[in-house]
């Protein structure tokens, strides 16, 4: 059974960078797509970002492109969401999700996961 671990969140004040890990127990012979998924208080669980399973592919949500940045090293079984110039509509608790179905990223963001993180706070204040 594949385990995610979601770290890196933390306070950040406006402007700021963080970078956000997902850390898999293991992978299988064929790893898998990777997906970043953030839900904010009092609103729905929203997509951004997907890198397919060797990293050729990636998708971001039109609200963090430009600023996030996926990628992963498969060797180290983990997953990095670079977001910089954070801005407060980006706080929320951020997700890692993946399900052995999908090496690939198409409409990642409202398919189905088997996988997910527990989930790490990202704040963006003054």
């Known amino acids: 059974q594949l385990q995610l671990v979601e770290s890196g969140g933390g306070l950040v004040q406006p402007g700021g960078s963080l970078r956000l890990s997902c850390a898999a127990s293991?992978?299988?012979?064929?790893?898998?797509?990777i997906s970043w998924f953030r839900q904010a208080p009092g609103k729905e669980r929203e997509g951004v970002s997907c890198i397919s399973s060797f990293g050729g592919v990636t998708n971001y949500a039109d609200s963090v492109k430009g600023r996030f940045t996926i990628s992963r090293d498969n060797a180290k079984n983990t997953v990095y969401l670079q977001m910089n110039s954070l801005k407060p509509a980006d706080t929320a608790s951020y997700y890692c999700?993946?399900?052995?179905?999908?090496?690939?990223?198409?409409?990642?963001?409202?398919?189905?996961?088997?996988?997910w993180g527990q989930g790490t706070q990202v704040s963006v204040s003054s």
């Open positions: 293991a992978f299988t012979t064929h790893s898998f797509a």
């Open positions: 999700a993946a399900d052995p179905r999908y090496d690939y990223c198409s409409a990642y963001e409202t398919r189905d996961n088997s996988y």
